[in-house]
């Protein structure tokens, strides 16, 4: 008899006993190729030597220094790291444990800085699985359904459909969507933030098109309204730049960060201009972890790794080479619709989601390739190995996917 709970959803049965790179080996001597990632988490593949010994030599100092009792010689170091790295003047960090937790913030700061109760989010959105990130994130009912009442004061707004055979005309629609929610639902002087996935995350791997973040910066600014950039999936190197945004050109005012900032410790970082966190009153907001030392460590150590010449090149080349690999096996399914994404945060679109379904089981028995599903109706298998991955397992995971679409067709 289990005494785990029963709440977790599983993607495998596979019981992990140790992981290097992108591979894992399981109890019964299995080894596997990870493509899921821990869901986009270890970014320098599993137990980077780098990022283990950081995390060793941490512990063997101290384990917990907790930030309102104390400072520790790592805080500030990451925090300018961060600054070096973040789009734009985004130069101030808050730390915490979880994706949802900084959202959370994200919301908290942008309600405290302009003094005004509510938020717009975006269709398909996912920030997160606490009560106010539930609230916030549309990608799938089963994150909301039986938690009612969500708290309130945050309003959906159209994200452009990626199968769209016009994007043109469908920004002008989300657009327009944007400017109803403005007129009908929460007017500009009660709105404190936008909050978009620049790449549409657990609602589909669908990468905001440029004139739609344009169309929504210029908003924001006309109006006073925080644009927030929740890059916790995106980030970190996994579009092939260190934030999805770079490739936009745009300059969020806040930044959310996570999952893939510490190679799998859990560790997350709020960022925003120093003039907007000036206004953030000290003592309303905190947590007792937040700006773990081992974190800071992890997260140190993460960027060392990802700042090596060549690491951000390997994710362009990787995506490349598995995009085309992808779109070669999509031209000729018809039942295979769409490839889309950018470095390594790569969907692969279906018009059933029995053979999405199908697709993931043949991999992981018949290839040993772990994938996951995304997107509302489960049409979307997405691709997010470590950012490490080798052109030989880009090679051989397409070989396996082949595989199964043949299987499958
Ligand atoms: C874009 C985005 N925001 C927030 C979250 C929530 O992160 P966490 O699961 O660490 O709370 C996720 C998780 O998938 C995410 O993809």
Not at 22 to 37: I, W
Not at 259 to 287: M, N, Q, V, Y
């Amino acid at each position: 008899m289990s005494h785990l709970s029963n709440v977790w959803f599983k993607v495998t049965d596979l019981e992990v006993v140790s992981g290097q790179g992108c591979r894992v080996t399981t109890a019964d001597g299995g080894e596997y190729l990870d493509f899921a990632a821990g869901i986009a988490v270890n970014s320098t593949g599993h137990s980077h030597p780098h990022v283990v010994d950081a995390i060793a030599r941490q512990a063997g100092r101290f384990i917990h220094a907790q930030v309102n009792v104390f400072t520790h010689d790592l805080l500030e170091p990451l925090a300018a790291q961060l600054a070096e790295l973040a789009p734009g003047a985004i130069d101030t960090f808050f730390f915490a444990n979880s994706g949802a937790e900084i959202t959370e913030a994200a919301v908290k700061l942008a309600k405290q800085v302009t003094g005004r109760p509510n938020v717009i989010v975006f269709d398909g959105s996912f920030h997160g699985r606490t009560h106010l990130a539930m609230a916030m994130t549309t990608s799938k009912t089963v994150y909301r359904s039986g938690h009612a009442p969500l708290p309130s004061g945050v309003f959906v707004a159209p994200f452009p459909d990626p199968l769209a055979a016009d994007e043109s005309s469908e920004v002008d629609r989300a657009l327009a969507g944007v400017d109803r929610v403005l007129a009908t639902m929460t007017a500009p002087g009660e709105t404190a933030a936008m909050i978009l996935e620049p790449v549409l995350g657990e609602g589909g791997y669908a990468p905001a098109p440029k004139a739609f973040v344009e169309g929504l910066l210029e908003r924001c600014r006309r109006h006073g309204i925080l644009f927030v950039a929740d890059e916790v999936q995106s980030g970190f190197g996994r579009t092939g730049r260190m934030f999805a945004v770079d490739h936009l050109g745009v300059e969020p005012d806040v930044i959310c960060m996570a999952k893939g900032i510490a190679s799998g410790f859990p560790f997350a970082a709020l960022g925003t201009r120093r003039e907007l966190d000036d206004r953030w009153p000290r003592g309303s907001h905190g947590g007792t972890y937040g700006g773990n030392p081992i974190g800071c460590a992890a997260a140190l150590a993460t960027i060392e790794v990802m700042t090596e010449p060549g690491f951000l090149d390997n994710v362009v080349a990787r995506g490349r080479q598995l995009t085309d690999g992808l779109a070669e096996l999509q031209r000729a399914d018809p039942g295979f619709r769409q490839v889309r994404g950018i470095g390594l945060m790569v969907a692969t679109v279906f018009d059933d989601p029995a053979r999405v379904a199908a697709l993931m089981q043949h991999c992981l028995h018949e290839g040993h390739l772990i994938l996951m599903s995304a997107g509302t109706d489960g049409t979307v298998l997405r691709w997010m190995p470590p950012l490490v991955v080798t052109a030989a397992e880009i090679e051989e995971a397409l070989q396996a996917f082949a595989g199964a679409v043949k299987a499958t067709a």
